[in-house]
C-alpha cells in the first residue's frame, strides 16, 4: 500500500522537495562576489545602517582611530541606560514594566500622576471583548501559543471601530489596548492548550485591575492563583529587560517594514509575533531549557570540567542535543563581551536558585557560561567575542518560576508589544518610503521550451 501524506505520496513529496530546494539553492561564494551583507550584517559585526530610531540602542564597541573596541554592553531605553531603570524601581521596591511601557511609548518618564493614570488605563483594558476567550480561543486551541497570539491580534481587529485608522492618537490607542492584554491572550492561550492537548483542568481566571502586568500573568496562569511577590518582582524585571531591544532586532524590524506599507496596526504586530516565535529569535531560550535536560541528563558529575567542554564540542561537531551544532543562549549579533540584560538576570538567578535549593543547576550553568565561549572558538572562526545573552538565563529564571516552557516565548511577546508600538509609531511619524531592499538575481537566462518538447 502506498504511503500518502496528505494529498501527495511520500514519494512525490520527496521527488518535489528536492527539486524546491536544488532550484533555490544559491552558491555561497555569490554573496562575497557581490558584496551581499547576508542577514544585513558585516563581518566585524557593526550590521548594515537601514534606518535611525530614538527609542532604544544597543552598544558593544567603541571607535578609536577607526579600529572597533569591544566593551561590555549597554542597553539603553529612550536615552536611560537599563541598569539605572533597573536599580530605580527596584531600589523603590515596586514594579517596573509599566513605567518602561511610557518611557518607550512617550519618551519620558512618568511622574507619579502619570504613572497612575497610565496604570489605570492598562488595567481598564486588560480585559478581553465579551466572548472572545470562548469563540478565538477555547473553540480552536492551538498547540503553539505564538501562533494563536498572531490569530488572536488579527481577530480583535474585527472587534475595532476604525481598524485601519492610522493616525497616531487611533495607533496609540491600538497599542495601549493590546499592550494590556496581551497577557490574556498568552494565559488563556497556554489554558486552551493545556486543556484540549494536554488533558488538564481548565482554568480561566479574569485580569485584577488591581494587579500590575506580572501579577495578573501569575495570578491568570496558576489554578490556584497564588504567587509570592519575589517571583511577581522577577518575572516584572523580566519584562522590563525584553520591553526593547533597538530597531535593528529581527521581530522590530519587520515591524517598520510592515509598517511602511501602510497596513493596519493588528497585521503589521501579527507579523512580528511570527518573527519572535522562530527559534533564533524568541524562541531560543526555551532551546537553552531543553539543551540543559540534555546536558544534565549525560553528564554524572556537573563539576567536572573537562567532562562539561567535552560534551559541548560534541554539540558543537552535530554529535549531541539537536544535532544543530549550536550551543543556545551563547552569542548576540550585537554583543560581544556582555550582554546586559543577561549580567542583570543572573544576579536575580543566582539569589532565587538558592532560595529554591537549585544552586547545583545555577552553578552548572555558569559554567557552561565560562566555558562555551574557549570551545566555540576552538571549532569555529570568530569575528568578535561571545558571550552569554538574555535567553541564557532567562529560560533558567522562567523554570524556577514554575512557567510551563510554552509560555517562555509568549512572556517575550507580551513584553515586546511595548517596543514594537513604539517603533511602529515612530515609523509612522516620520512618513518613511516603504521599506523595499534590492535583490540581485543569479539566475541563468533561458529560453522558454514548449510542454512538448519537455
Known amino acids: 500500500m502506498v504511503k500518502k501524506t496528505d494529498n501527495f505520496t511520500a514519494e512525490q513529496l520527496e521527488r518535489l522537495s528536492t527539486l524546491a530546494e536544488t532550484s533555490s539553492l544559491i552558491r555561497s561564494e555569490l554573496f562575497g562576489k557581490y558584496q551581499v551583507k547576508r542577514g544585513l550584517r ?12 530614538k527609542i532604544g540602542e544597543v552598544h558593544s564597541y567603541i571607535l578609536d582611530e577607526n579600529e572597533m573596541i569591544p566593551v561590555p554592553g549597554r542597553l539603553i531605553y529612550r536615552g536611560i541606560d537599563i541598569s539605572d531603570i533597573v536599580n530605580g524601581f527596584g531600589g523603590e521596591e515596586r514594579f517596573g514594566f509599566e513605567e518602561t511601557c511610557y518611557l518607550l511609548l512617550f519618551g519620558s518618564l512618568p511622574n507619579q500622576d502619570e504613572l497612575k493614570e497610565f496604570e489605570q488605563i492598562l488595567s481598564h483594558y486588560r480585559k478581553l471583548p465579551d466572548d472572545f ?87 491568570m496562569l496558576r489554578p490556584d492563583s497564588k504567587y509570592t511577590q519575589l517571583e511577581a518582582k522577577l518575572l516584572d524585571l523580566a519584562l522590563v529587560l525584553h520591553a526593547e531591544h533597538g530597531g535593528g532586532n529581527n521581530s522590530s524590524f519587520v515591524t517598520h517594514v510592515v509598517t511602511s506599507t501602510g497596513t493596519d496596526t493588528y497585521a503589521t504586530i501579527a507579523a512580528a509575533l511570527g518573527a519572535l516565535k522562530g527559534p533564533k529569535h524568541g524562541g531560543a531560550n ?25 560534551y559541548l564540542l560534541k554539540i558543537l561537531n552535530k554529535q549531541a542535543f539537536d544535532r544543530a551544532g549550536l550551543i543556545y543562549g551563547i552569542g548576540h549579533a550585537v554583543y560581544s563581551i556582555s550582554d546586559p540584560r543577561a549580567v542583570i538576570l543572573k544576579a536575580y538567578a543566582e539569589q532565587l536558585a538558592q532560595e529554591k535549593g537549585l544552586a547545583d543547576e545555577y552553578n552548572l550553568y555558569v559554567k557552561v557560561e565560562q566555558l562555551a565561549p574557549q570551545v566555540i572558538a576552538k571549532v569555529s572562526k570568530m569575528y568578535k567575542g561571545v558571550s552569554a545573552n538574555v535567553d541564557f538565563y532567562s529560560g533558567l529564571v522562567y523554570r524556577m518560576l514554575n512557567l510551563p516552557d510554552e509560555m517562555f516565548t509568549p512572556i517575550f511577546a507580551i513584553s515586546r508589544m511595548a517596543g514594537w508600538s513604539a517603533h511602529r509609531i515612530e515609523e509612522i511619524v516620520n512618513a518613511g518610503k516603504i521599506i523595499r531592499p534590492a535583490y540581485k538575481s543569479v539566475a541563468v537566462r533561458r529560453d522558454y521550451c514548449k510542454l512538448s518538447e519537455r
Open 42 to 53: 558585516d563581518l566585524d559585526g557593526k550590521g548594515v545602517l537601514v534606518g535611525l530610531t
Open 133 to 219: 476567550v470562548r469563540d478565538m480561543i477555547l473553540k480552536a486551541p492551538s498547540k503553539d501559543i505564538m501562533n494563536l497570539l498572531a490569530r488572536s491580534v488579527l481577530g480583535l481587529y474585527s472587534f475595532d471601530a476604525n481598524p485601519d485608522d492610522t493616525s497616531i492618537k487611533n495607533v496609540l490607542n491600538q497599542s495601549i489596548r493590546l499592550i494590556a492584554c496581551f497577557p490574556a491572550l498568552a494565559v488563556y492561550g497556554y489554558q486552551a492548550l493545556s486543556h484540549y492537548h494536554g488533558n488538564k483542568s481548565l482554568y480561566i481566571h479574569s485580569p485584577r485591575l488591581d494587579l500590575s502586568t506580572a501579577e495578573n500573568i501569575l495570578y
Open 286 to 310: 526555551i532551546k537553552v531549557v531543553q539543551m540543559f535536560e540534555d546536558i544534565k541528563e549525560n553528564l554524572r558529575d556537573w563539576d567536572d570540567l573537562a567532562a562539561i567542554e567535552d
